[in-house]
């Protein structure tokens, strides 16, 4: 079972879930895991990216791996809504996967909305 380690020391991932934020959502999640656990972190992700690319409001991911030998993972999912996310997440079908990831992963789940910054970000 992994261990979860939030992003944010104020906000945590269940306080996020509870806003009806406007417009789409970005999900990161970090995973670091013990290098010979690779194989399995991947095996458990795309197990479950399966069943997330089926739920409503479900839009993309991507999994990003640390470069130089880096054991620390990345995954990118985009959703319609924090309700989406919310519903997918809180399915117990979801939860009952969590329990496949390998040990040694620890995983810092975090929500995030596009910005708009002048010349440079558009939301």
Known sequence: MPQLRELNDHVSLMDQMQVNE??????IN????????E????TAWSHDAEFMKAQPGYISTQLHKGIAGSSTFLNYAIWESVESFRNAFT?????ARIGR???S????PHLFK???VRGHCVA
């Not at 194989?39 to 991947?42: E, G, H, T, V, W």
């Open 39 to 42: 194989d399995a972190l991947i």
């Open 101 to 103: 990831y390998p040990d």
């Open 30 to 37: 970090l995973f670091t895991i013990d290098p010979s656990d």
């Open 114 to 116: 596009k910005l708009a």
């Open 91 to 95: 399915n117990p079908e979801f939860q």
């Open 105 to 108: 992963a620890t995983v810092s």
């Open 22 to 27: 406007d417009g789409s959502i970005v999900l």
